[in-house]
């Protein structure tokens, strides 16, 4: 499909260019030729695509003909060819030689009158004229719309191919492969000319969805959203062409087909045998892949002019063909065909897909059944179908696929005229199915209103399993307060059941977890595990209930003990089979090895292997997003941002909603604040703050230490003050590790607003913060060691920022925190406090050596991990002191043999334990041994090794410990 698409850019194509350039010119000897026959569909992009190469191959010297064949049959000879040097001659820019060449080829042409020597004399000329216009260089011949080839040039190219025109000729030439049907002459050629070792013919496929989707983001100027990208693949099945056209439609706000796609496709589908236009409705209104017997059933031919016309219908690049059926290459043909279809003739075929499906041997596709009958206009037939198919999602944990089918049972059942034949179900029982599976795959706000619905039904009264429900609906949606409320009225109801009352207590205690009341949790915990040991089938109540309890101890008093309880936990989740307990269980581990216990490696391979397990099990959407946000946050504290960005990423695919998106919003909105995308942390904290506004507190802290942040490095001083605060008076978390954050934040924006002389110190949120601070290290003396030692991290900030405010910067305070962050493999705020040394020692002028060391280390750290707004103040500072913070290479000199390169700061961007594993590696031990010998678990080995390579930029054992054998002892 020739056409004019400069406007657009080459995506996903240069493979593509890349070997073709190699396969015309670059191995292509002298003397020798070579030729490459692009086929594809239409719009596929085969003329974008020779048009590349031709410019390429220019570029490298060659000389470039292209000429394009025409849909007139042999009535004009050569005709490409002469359209090829008319170009030629007219863009004036070749040596004078080539263009008397060119013009005496074109006299011969217009002076031939045809003779007893007839067409060899005439192609033998053609090829002598050819060899004079390139004069020794390699030329390209460019042919398009070689379907229509006139019967000259079709002997042309075999003369010249076959060598026997003494020329080094390369040929690439485009086909529309639907044209290719029945006896056209050109398969003949094509045929001769594969048996030439030169001669390749390459079927260009249409982009992958990345590509598809990089393509429509340049035509329409930004970003798509999920379900725009999305709706571009299914519709233009990576076909270049249409990918533009439905582009330029959503950049230009139209709906619907345009009127260009809508006469392509149906000038396609009209060009079929009626039979094949008969085969293409059929499968247009059927479900993909539509299996051959199927079909049969439903078109009614004859078996050999079926398959005759579904040939013809495969070779027209309109249907694709695979052992399980036959699909629409591109989804816009459904919609064409639907508006030229009477709505009875539609109804038809739905039927007879319906009434195939139930007659069939083999087992029934509920789903299938349900599609056909309601689009027959049978809604009380397509009602059972859909309630199976829900029933059978569900059984396979397609929560989604499960919602969307109790929801069309529920619209079935409004339209259903007559009771459905054997149904056992009626509309209070699909509405409670309808809400349960929403909150299953993640559509809270749904579930809440369809649970409302419900109610409704009932007079309005909740039952003591609805208020479970609403409470459980109510917490996902990222709404605590009034969650926790519903369970503590199950709790107090003495009409609600010990069963009742034991999953109220085992889910409060989750939810008590998840917004830091440990203490409150474990009470919950026991009380649920209690309630228990008197109810048969607890199951679920005992995975919930043990996971929250082991959280609860291991924070305050044993991690060992706590840990033990919960992986007991994630062991009877698994027994158990049930997708919730085992995403609860996975949860709980990830957050406390991540989070409070700082064993971040291990909580990180915990949280990607809980996150494909939950995957496996259907919920993607909910437990899976917030898995991935856990293992998001691990990866930042340890300092892999890049690796950080591509899980969020892939968590983003869910589109989560409610608690699930607030868990991953915070997630992205940590890397933006570091990266110093104030936009994108902007909307990602206002996005945070509109779920919140329904009453969660669970989220509440990091939401403000995160806008404390992103403030100071805006400037806005004030704004961080107010945001550290409101987090003061709101708290009621146990977690002092999360508090400790805030406070830091907290004095140091009050320490940043005093340097800064932009806004006043308060005196009084000063006197706050450090009461706050000192009721943090009281608070954690009660919880268990690990614990304190990240408080500890966070209190040495604190310290060091109050000798901010006091005016003299103390350079051994922030030398301590920087060991404290060090130690526990945190990069960032090691960083941090490696800058605020440096400039607590210029300012006092002392040690400069060592201040320029402290400098260099952060810049590295920093530049190294995309912190831009630290970079930027590390560079501010290192220009005022004149400080270069690069390495330089000493230049060489007469009798050195080689550059010496300082290296005394390889090693500065590991953490003190990627130090020690990299000793242990330079020793020639095992990921096992130097487990044992640091008593950390092989696997969180394998995690320390992986960081050095990506740090050191090496890739192997030997490169790494090489670089810490040339370190000074």
């Known amino acids: 499909m020739a056409r004019d698409v400069e406007s657009a850019p080459l995506v996903g194509r240069a493979d593509q260019v890349s070997k073709l350039r190699s396969a015309l010119l670059d191995d292509v000897a002298q003397g020798h030729t070579a030729a490459v ?32 064949c025409l849909d007139i049959g042999d009535a004009s000879p050569l005709h490409p060819l002469l359209q090829a040097l008319r170009r030629l001659e007219a863009e004036a820019v070749a040596p004078a030689r080539t263009s008397s060449a060119v013009r005496s080829l074109l006299r011969m042409f217009a002076e031939e009158q045809g003779g007893p020597d007839g067409a060899g004399a005439l192609l033998e000329r053609v090829s002598q004229g050819l060899h004079l216009i390139a004069e020794g260089r390699p030329l390209l011949l460019v042919l398009d719309d070689l379907q229509w080839v006139d019967r000259t040039t079709r002997q042309l190219l075999l003369y010249l191919l076959a060598g026997l025109g003494d020329l080094q000729l390369s040929v690439l030439a485009a086909v529309r492969a639907e044209s290719l049907q029945g006896a056209h002459p050109l398969r003949r050629v094509l045929t001769e000319l594969r048996r030439l070792r030169s001669v390749r013919v390459v079927d260009l496929a249409p982009l992958d969805r990345a590509a598809t989707e990089k393509l429509a983001t340049a035509v329409v100027g930004h970003p798509l959203g999920p379900d725009a990208a999305e709706q571009v693949w299914q519709r233009s099945g990576g076909n270049p062409f249409v990918v533009e056209e439905l582009a330029r439609d959503l950049r230009d706000g139209r709906d619907g087909l345009s009127d260009t796609l809508r006469e392509i496709f149906l000038a396609r589908v009209d060009a079929l045998p009626q039979a094949a236009h008969q085969v293409v409705h059929a499968v247009a209104a059927g479900v993909e892949p539509v299996e051959h017997w199927l079909l049969a059933r439903v078109v009614r031919l004859p078996e050999e002019e079926l398959i005759e016309a579904i040939r013809a219908a495969v070779a027209h690049r309109l249907l694709d063909s695979s052992d399980d059926g ?9 919609e064409v065909l639907a508006h030229e279809l009477l709505p009875a003739e539609r109804q038809v075929l739905h039927r007879r897909y319906a009434e195939a499906v139930t007659t069939a041997p083999a087992e029934l596709h509920q789903a299938r059944l349900a599609h ?21 999602a569900e059984r396979l944990h397609g929560y989604a696929e499960a919602h969307r089918h109790w929801s069309l049972a529920l619209q079935l059942s409004d339209g259903a005229t007559e009771p459905a034949p054997g149904m056992a179900v009626d509309r209070v029982t699909l509405l409670g199915h309808a809400a349960e599976s929403a909150h299953q795959c993640g559509e809270h706000a749904r579930a809440l209103a369809l649970l409302e619905e419900l109610a409704a039904t009932g007079g309005g009264t909740l039952s003591c399993s609805l208020r479970i429900r609403r409470a459980r609906y109510l917490a996902s949606a990222g709404r605590s307060a009034p969650a926790e409320q519903e369970y503590r009225l199950v709790l107090e109801d003495p009409a609600c059941t010990a069963r009742e009352r034991a999953t109220a207590a085992a889910y409060l205690a989750e939810l008590l977890v998840q917004m830091g009341r440990y203490v409150d949790a474990g009470q919950r915990a026991r009380e649920a595990l209690t309630l228990c040991t008197g109810v048969d089938g607890s199951t679920s109540e005992v995975v919930r209930a043990s996971a929250a309890l082991g959280y609860s101890d291991a924070y305050l008093e044993d991690p060992d003990a706590g840990l033990a309880v919960m992986r007991e936990a994630l062991a009877v989740a698994e027994r158990s089979g049930r997708p919730s307990d085992v995403g609860t269980a996975y949860l709980h581990l990830a957050e406390l090895l991540t989070g409070p216990l700082n064993v971040i490696e291990e909580g990180v391979v915990v949280a990607r292997r809980g996150a494909e397990r939950v995957a496996e099990l259907g919920l993607g959407r909910t437990y899976e997003t917030r898995l991935l946000a ?41 890397l933006s604040v570091g990266y110093g995308e104030v936009e ?28 404390a942040g992103l403030a100071m490095w805006q400037g806005r001083h004030d704004v961080a003050r107010q945001a550290v605060q409101r987090g003061l008076i709101e708290s009621r978390s146990d977690d002092v590790a999360i508090l400790a954050a805030l406070v830091w934040h907290g004095l140091r924006a009050e320490a940043e607003a005093q340097a800064s002389r932009t806004v006043e110190m308060d005196p009084t949120a000063v006197r706050r913060l450090r009461e706050a601070m000192e009721r943090v290290a009281v608070r954690s003396e009660n919880a268990s060691k690990l614990v304190r030692r990240v408080v500890g991290g966070f209190l040495a900030l604190c310290a060091a920022e109050i000798s901010r405010i006091e005016g003299a910067s103390d350079a051994d305070l922030w030398g301590r925190a920087a060991s404290e962050w060090d130690r526990d493999n945190h ?14 020692l210029l300012s006092r002028r002392v040690r400069p050596a060592t201040a320029r060391k402290l400098l260099r280390q952060a810049y590295a750290a920093a530049h190294g991990l995309g912190a831009e707004p630290m970079t930027s103040e590390i560079t501010t500072i290192a220009g005022r002191a004149r400080i270069d913070l690069e390495e330089r290479t000493v230049p060489a000199t007469r009798g050195r043999t080689a550059p010496v390169v300082s290296t005394s700061d390889e090693l500065a961007t590991l953490t003190a334990r990627e130090r020690e594993v990299l000793a242990a590696v330079a020793e020639g031990l095992t990921n096992k041994e130097i487990g044992q010998r640091l008593f950390i678990s092989e696997r969180t080995i394998g995690v320390h090794v992986s960081h050095i390579f990506d740090k050191l930029q090496v890739r192997t054992r030997v490169q790494a410990s090489a670089i810490f054998l040339r370190q000074p002892s």
Not at 680 to 707: C, I
């Open 37 to 68: 026959f692009v086929t594809g569909e239409s719009g596929v992009g085969k003329t974008r695509l020779l048009r590349e190469v031709g410019a390429a191959l220019r570029d490298r010297g060659a000389v470039v003909l292209t000429g394009a």
């Open 372 to 392: 056909h009958w309601r689009l027959a206009g049978e809604p009380t037939r397509a009602l059972p179908a859909a309630v199976a198919a829900a029933q059978e």
């Open 827 to 840: 990069p960032y705020p090691a960083a941090y406090c490696r800058l605020r040394q440096a400039e607590a």
């Open 680 to 707: 994108a942390a902007d909307r990602d904290l206002d996005a945070v703050a509109t779920v919140l506004a329904g009453g969660g507190a669970r989220h509440v802290l990091p939401m403000l230490t995160l806008r």
């Open 630 to 670: 856990i293992a998001t946050n691990g990866l930042f504290r340890v300092g892999q941002w890049s690796e950080a960005e591509k899980v969020i990423a892939a968590a983003l695919r869910h589109r989560p909603s409610g608690a699930d998106a607030v868990e991953l919003l915070l997630a992205r909105c940590r």
């Open 326 to 334: 036959y699909r629409l290459r591109h989804r816009l043909v459904a």
